[in-house]
């Protein structure tokens, strides 16, 4: 299971990688919009890793507050960058 | 195809794509980058983990001026079970104990029936006949080796024998301090051990005059001791998580009987080791000396509010034992360390919080003498080594929550935030820890019991029991590729 998860984990990465390096080729983002898109993905992805890790050692209300304490959180920064810096940001390059 | 158009190649169908196209080089020339550097990220902080996890030096252990090594019959458990000094020696101890508490109490009375007093309850969670076979069997091996008292600070029991009759007449050579330092620790590690530390012998932590409470007199390291001792290796054997986490139940006795059980055996093992190799050694497990103080000094952990040694990754659930040798390490010592455990310990009180008897000190920092109730008492403090910086707990009070209980019990080391499971998000919360300001600290504190980690008080955490009792379901065979020894065994 644990080995897993972090395939998964790996693969997410990696995907979040190349979307943001495509990002940044076709759009000219503000300087801190990187920034804050990563903070979000490693928060969301280390919550996600907490989750599953807490469920694996059997303790489901550890997996889920740290679901929502760590990935919450990140979901909202990538949720927020992404309505008014991103997709602004395509926007202007289909333009 | 000319380069300049390779490079400029549509990443997509430009039919079906608005945005600007990027050239397909480049665009994977810069993945391979970010890739790289997502890479270098995860090593560097793996690295960092890694250093965090080694701790920094620490100055070790704070006393006063002339403070003095503790005399072994201020020890609870020795004086408890002694009938010459609770009885004869100090019998005002228990006077004092009883009147100040307002409650029938006699250390050594009350210990003749411990674990046996009171009858199995089926009806009661932690409490049943299978709660208490399992303690009693816990022990067994230590009762069977004639060797239990080593538990109550009885010096020279078999297993921990002072013996030296079996040095071997040949010296090895280890080639240098440090492969003998090597050496020790693999076959520790062979034994069951799961940290091992090698400190110098500091008289200060020593039980002086130690106390042979069998034949009830006193023994010296100058005159009954047989050799004279140059380094203490500390060795520190795992507890089992969930059963730890029954406390205060008659289950987690089994925890506790068995860590006596593998002291004495991985101790007792490391000195004849040491003795086949021609040199001197003693096995000792809670007697002789302070092993928290030892185990300190030899950079295993850093000494908590509830007076236990705590280790990075393991927290408070580990018992001690030492093995005193004439080996000189020389430049192989190990040394005091810190990793902002003791820190931590200033923001948190979970272990004082779920002490049944409240034993445990709530003094936001460690001192040099005991501020708990009835200190200023004349004489009530006797059981404690005063002139130490720590934070100091009632002992007695603990002691006779033992008796009230007839179990032992391990809330201050279940609900310890530094007790966690051995998976990779609870080490990594144990690397950020010194790096964490004080208001995070007393986060990570609240937050573990509302993880639903610890959380223990006077009755078992419901649930626990029982979870104990499913973890060895599916032993026969291991799915989750990893062995979870000492840790938590639902998977």
């Known amino acids: ?95 | 195809m000319n380069m300049q158009d390779k490079n400029t190649l549509p990443i997509q169908n430009p039919d079906e794509d608005d945005l600007p196209n990027i050239s397909r080089r480049s665009f994977f020339k810069r993945a391979a980058l970010a890739g790289t550097g997502v890479m270098v990220a995860g090593g560097a902080a793996l690295a960092a983990s890694k250093a965090s996890l080694s701790g920094s030096r620490s100055k070790g252990i704070e006393t006063i001026e002339n403070f003095k090594p503790k005399d072994q019959r201020d020890v609870v458990l020795c004086y408890a079970v002694s009938p010459k000094l609770s009885q004869e020696v100090y019998p005002e101890r228990n006077e004092q104990y009883a009147r100040l508490h307002n409650k029938e109490f006699h250390f050594n009375y009350d210990i003749q029936t411990f674990e046996h007093k009171l009858p199995p309850d089926n009806t009661r969670e932690g409490y049943d006949q299978a709660d208490r076979a399992l303690g009693h069997a816990s022990w067994f091996p230590l009762i069977a080796a004639k060797s239990r008292a080593q538990a109550f600070t009885q010096p020279n029991t078999p297993l921990h024998s002072w013996d030296q009759s079996d040095v071997d007449a040949e010296k090895y050579e280890f080639g240098s301090a440090k492969r003998a330092a090597t050496m020790i620790r693999s076959a520790a590690r062979l034994f069951g051990a799961v940290r091992c530390g090698i400190t110098r012998f500091d008289k200060r932590f020593v039980y002086d005059p130690m106390y042979d409470i069998i034949h009830e007199r006193e023994l010296y390291w100058d005159k009954d001791f047989p050799f004279e001792p140059k380094s203490v290796i500390v060795i520190m054997t795992p507890m089992d998580y969930d059963n730890v986490a029954t406390s205060p139940s008659w289950t987690a006795e089994g925890a506790t009987g068995n860590g006596y059980c593998d002291m004495s055996k991985i101790s007792c093992q490391i000195a004849k080791f040491i003795r086949g190799m021609g040199y001197n050694a003693v096995a000792a497990g809670n007697e002789m000396a302070n092993s928290v103080a030892f185990a300190i000094q030899a950079g295993l952990g850093e000494g908590g509010r509830n007076s236990l040694c705590l280790a990075p990754g393991l927290g408070p659930r580990v018992r001690i034992c030492k093995v005193f040798t004439n080996i000189d390490f020389e430049d192989a010592y190990d040394y005091p360390r810190t990793w902002g455990i003791a820190d931590f310990c200033e923001s948190c009180r979970k272990c004082a919080e779920a002490c049944p008897p409240q034993a445990i000190s709530y003094d936001e920092k460690p001192g040099f003498e005991p501020t708990y109730e009835f200190a200023d008492e004349p004489g009530y403090t006797w059981n404690n080594h005063i002139g130490i910086k720590k934070w100091y707990s009632d002992a007695k009070k603990c002691f006779n929550f033992w008796i009230e209980n007839d179990t032992s019990c391990l809330n201050c080391m279940a609900s310890c935030t530094f007790n966690e499971p051995d998976y990779w998000h609870h080490w990594f919360v144990m690397a950020i820890n010194p790096a964490m300001p004080r208001f995070i600290h007393y986060w990570m504190s609240e937050a573990h019991p509302l993880f639903g980690y610890g959380g223990q008080s006077g009755k078992p955490v419901p649930g626990k029991v029982e979870r104990f009792w499913k973890s060895g379901k599916g032993m026969n065979t291991n799915k989750s590729m990893k062995n979870n020894i000492g840790t938590a065994g639902i998977s």
């Open chain 1, 1 to 95: 299971m644990e080995a897993l998860q972090w395939f998964c984990l790996g693969v997410i990465s990696m995907m979040a990688a190349m979307g943001m390096v495509y990002f940044q080729m076709v759009v000219k983002p503000k300087w801190y919009t990187l920034p804050l898109l990563i903070l979000g993905l490693v928060l969301v992805l280390f919550g996600i890793a907490w989750g599953g890790s807490s469920l694996i050692e059997g303790y489901p209300r550890s997996s889920a507050l740290g679901i929502l304490f760590f990935s919450g959180p990140g979901l909202l920064i990538l949720a927020l960058t992404w309505r008014h810096l991103v997709a602004p940001g395509f926007k202007n390059a289909e333009n």
